[in-house]
């Protein structure tokens, strides 16, 4: 899972984003509403979280422009503010859910997990694709009655393929969508990280056909 976090706290951006990342997760940080606004509407992401008091631009306008250029990804609003009203201009700009400063890590994570799946294509928890099945829960990963051990970035990875599976998926396109978005990663890191893939998921198991085939010139297809 891919998320955004735009928030102008130092700390609390530094705290959320190693604790989602511990829970799998690749994790951008805009410090600022105009750089905040400038990733959202350009880079995909699976939820945003939106702090509302930002320089440059505050989060409800962040939320209104967003849903106006027809960005849809679901947006989970922070606030040092409980006030009704608040709350109610938030979801009038498009926001998806509410969390109030100070909060626990585990209901920003719960909140997180829930809005995931409320994208326009309900997606799943749990992804099945011929015999592998991957748990966004608990993080495992089965290929028929075969537990595989993957590192984060290759249970990222294989996610991103498996929720597009017939897809065919370019190098740039993978690294927009599985590493962070001022990450320093090379076009044959990916290959890197498909042969390491291919070498749990798909070489351990020679009487099946492969998962992830190149297609010369354009990228990789999984399925």
């Known amino acids: 899972m891919k998320v955004l976090l735009v928030e102008d706290e130092h700390r609390i951006a530094t705290a959320v984003k190693k604790g989602l990342e511990q829970e799998h997760m690749t994790v951008d940080v805009a410090y600022d509403g105009i750089a905040g606004y400038d990733l959202a509407s350009t880079e995909p992401y699976d939820v945003i979280i939106l702090d509302l008091m930002l320089p440059g631009k ?25 006030q009704l009203e608040e709350k109610v201009n ?3 700009t498009g926001a998806d859910d509410y969390l109030t400063k100070p909060f626990a890590f585990e209901e920003l994570l719960a909140r997180i997990r829930a809005l995931s799946k409320r994208p326009k294509t ?5 992804l099945t694709v011929s015999d592998i099945i991957l748990d966004t829960l608990s993080y495992t990963v089965r290929r028929g009655n075969t537990e595989v051990s993957l590192s984060s970035k290759e249970f990222a990875l294989l996610e991103f393929f498996m929720r597009r599976s017939g897809r065919i998926l370019s190098k740039d396109t993978i690294i927009s969508s599985v ?3 001022d ?3 090379l076009p044959n890191t990916v290959e890197v990280y498909i042969k390491n ?9 020679p009487g099946k056909k492969p998962l992830i085939t190149t297609v010369r010139g354009f990228g990789y297809k999984f399925g």
Not at 66 to 76: C, D, K, S, V
Not at 122 to 126: D, E, H, K, L, V
């Open 183 to 185: 990450a320093d990663i």
């Open 197 to 205: 893939l291919r070498s749990k998921i798909d070489q351990p198991f």
């Open 90 to 92: 938030g979801f009038d």
């Open 58 to 82: 505050d989060g409800l306008q962040i939320c209104k422009d967003l849903r106006e250029i027809g960005n849809h990804t679901p947006i989970l609003m922070l606030t040092a503010k409980s």
């Open 122 to 126: 309900m997606q799943s928890a749990t």
């Open 179 to 181: 590493w962070e978005y």
